[in-house]
T-cell receptor
């Protein structure tokens, strides 16, 4: 069965640089969620989209922005990167708000 | 506020024994409770979930029970195997009706051969 695809899988950036993470949801899933997971931590909700509109927002820094495109893929843009942004970033997709969320393999971001 | 408490943080069992992980949640409006298994370097994998209109759900060696009055739910793994070793997270959606999940702190399960 098709799964959530995330790219890149690994990303190394310098402080103050910009990063773009991409997420391709499971076919027919129009709801996308982004989560951040620090070392030894549980995933923390960042932002979500439903039918290409932002549906909810968590503790996402103003330096981060995201959008969902017409083909339902989503991109998380992160600017002015800080050391503390180093983490695993997961995308999850679902049919809608009331159905199961399936997670992608994640993007490991390292900020040096 | 939004909160999910998970216990224990670590659990070590012998192969073949049972393992139980418990979670409590704060939002009485929550109506969906998934459990995820996360192996090292991988994304969380949904292993079982339960909705508020049932008290128990089973899928082979795993089961989840829900007590809405007490606002807690538990994961039960029977006949544990070494491949069950992983970090397990409970989660619940909160208030916003947008599906946002709040996760428990995670339980590292080690199954000793």
């Amino acid at each position: 069965a098709a799964g959530v695809i995330q790219s890149p899988r690994h990303l190394i950036k310098e402080k103050r640089e910009t990063a773009t993470l991409k997420c391709y949801p499971i076919p027919r899933h129009d709801t996308v969620y982004w989560y951040q997971q620090g070392p030894g931590q549980d995933p923390q909700f960042l932002i979500s989209f439903y039918e290409k509109m932002q549906s909810d927002k968590g503790s996402i820094p103003d330096r981060f922005s995201a959008q969902q495109f017409s083909d339902y893929h989503s991109e998380l843009n992160m600017s002015s990167l800080e050391l503390g942004d180093s983490a695993l970033y997961f995308c999850a997709s679902s049919l809608d708000f009331y159905n199961e969320q399936f997670f992608g393999p994640g993007t490991r971001l390292t900020v040096l | 506020g939004e909160n999910v408490e998970q216990h224990p943080s670590t659990l070590s069992v012998q192969e073949g024994d049972s393992a139980v992980i418990k979670c409590t949640y704060s939002d009485s409006a929550s109506n969906y409770f998934p459990w995820y298994k996360q192996e090292l370097g991988k994304g969380p994998q949904l292993i079982i979930d339960i909705r508020s209109n049932v008290g128990e759900k089973k899928d082979q060696r795993i089961a989840v029970t829900l007590n809405k009055t007490a606002k807690h739910f538990s994961l039960h793994i029977t006949e544990t195997q070494p491949e069950d070793s992983a970090v397990y997270f409970c989660a619940a959606p909160f208030s916003s009706n947008t599906g946002k999940l709040i996760f428990g702190q995670g339980t590292t399960l080690q199954v000793k051969p």
